[in-house]
């Protein structure tokens, strides 16, 4: 149930602080799981239409400017982000985000499952658009066990990040599209991870994630992943937040192209 995952991670204290980058504290400021809980409102309000894409959008641009700017202030971004600089240029920076894969499971010859005209985070009715790349295992039977080896596959953090909202509670017949999904941000890089379909989530709102870390399990979770006709697959989006907080979809195919790949 959602309720318990949020008094857990308030629990925890709502950061696991395994990072230098998140080591910021101001006691006027609201917590960085203040945002989180923002966010998470605002998405489940956005899939239920309680709110209008108008208000949505300005929201979501307040929290995604504020948390950007809370990130900013810390002592280390400066730092971080020439790691994140060099990093890219070895390709080292992400992390494949499925265990005991490689690029060859990425749908299609050259990514071209990546759609991204016509996406409108704020409106749930607008169909058509796929600003994602989806990354499929082998599971004939549908079982979201690898047919190879007999295991559930993990679904691994692309780069660091804050966990800020996660969805635990779909089940096979639910209508929601994306399943238990995850969003994590990334603050050097200032955007958003989506990973969708899992069967298991393993982060909770608030946390710190490494890159490569386990973050859930795959699965068929969503309305039409669950469907036979979709083989399994992990979901991937990426969105670029602008200066104006909005954000804009862009293909992961040449990150996954040269990421670290984990056995
Ligand atoms: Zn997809």
């Known amino acids: 149930m959602r309720v318990a995952g949020i008094v857990g991670a ?44 108008d208000s949505a959008r300005k929201e979501f641009s307040r929290i995604m400017n504020e948390l950007q700017t809370r990130f900013r202030s810390s002592e280390t971004y400066h730092q971080d982000s020439l ?47 796929h600003p994602a790349q989806d990354i499929f295992i082998r599971d004939r039977n549908q079982d979201n066990v690898d047919d190879l080896t007999g295991k559930p596959v993990d679904i ?59 973050i859930a399990e795959m699965g068929r979770s969503g309305f039409n992943a669950y469907k036979a006709r979709s083989p399994t697959h992990l979901h991937l989006m990426y969105l670029q937040i602008q200066p104006d907080g909005l954000p804009l979809p862009l293909n992961t195919y040449t990150w996954l192209l040269k990421a670290k790949l984990s056995k």
Request: hydrophobic share 30%; glycine share 12%; proline share 4%.
């Open 10 to 53: 308030l629990l925890i204290g709502g950061l696991n602080v395994a990072s230098s980058q998140v080591n910021i504290s101001n006691a006027d400021e609201p917590s960085l799981y203040s945002y989180c809980q923002r966010f998470q409102t605002l998405y489940t309000q956005i899939r239920v239409q309680s709110v209008t894409p």
């Open 83 to 129: 790691q994140r600089d060099s990093l890219q240029r070895t390709g080292h920076y992400f992390t494949f985000p499925i265990r005991g894969y490689t690029t060859s499971a990425i749908g299609g010859t050259h990514g071209e499952g990546y759609r991204g005209t016509g996406f409108d985070l704020f409106d749930y009715n607008v169909r058509g658009s």
């Open 156 to 214: 691994l953090a692309m780069s660091s990040g804050l966990v800020l909202a996660i969805e635990t509670a779909w089940k096979p017949g639910s209508e929601y599209r994306g399943g238990n999904w995850i969003w994590v941000y990334d603050p050097i890089m200032n955007g958003l991870f989506y990973y969708a379909h899992n069967s298991q989530v393993d982060v909770t709102p608030g946390q710190w994630v490494q890159t490569g870390q386990k």
